[in-house]
Nanobody, 122 residues
């Protein structure tokens, strides 16, 4: 079970942190990450972190602006983004892969959060 928080309305150029609490028993072995879906577009991969936290993977559109991290003591995965743009406006979804692989997470997601809206204004 994945629950996102931290979304809302932000201005272009601002920073934002999204959090996702993973209440299942597989937090320490899952790959965890984030996807987003803008209005009228398909859901797309944003970034992911491996089960051990040693590897990360990002979409080209957010590379250098966003960071995925995890806190094992809080069973929480984070998405920190700066220099936000209007094109970052989307519903952001937390995702988990039982495989533990960030590459597998891009292709097969075993669990989804319900999503949280992020709106970036000009």
């Amino acid at each position: 079970h994945l629950v996102e928080s931290g979304g809302g309305l932000v201005q272009a150029g601002d920073s934002l942190r999204l959090s996702c609490v993973h209440s299942g028993s597989t937090f320490n072995t899952d790959a965890l990450g984030w996807f987003r879906q803008a209005p009228g577009k398909e859901r797309e991969f944003v970034g992911a972190i491996s089960w051990n936290g040693l590897s990360t993977l990002y979409a080209d559109s957010v590379q250098g602006r966003c960071t995925v991290s995890k806190d094992n003591s809080k069973n929480t995965v984070y998405l920190d983004c700066n220099s936000l743009k209007s094109e970052d406006t989307a519903v952001y979804y937390c995702a988990a892969s039982l495989s533990g692989s960030i590459y597998q997470l891009r292709r097969v997601v075993d669990g989804w959060g319900s999503g949280i809206q992020v709106t970036v204004t000009p």
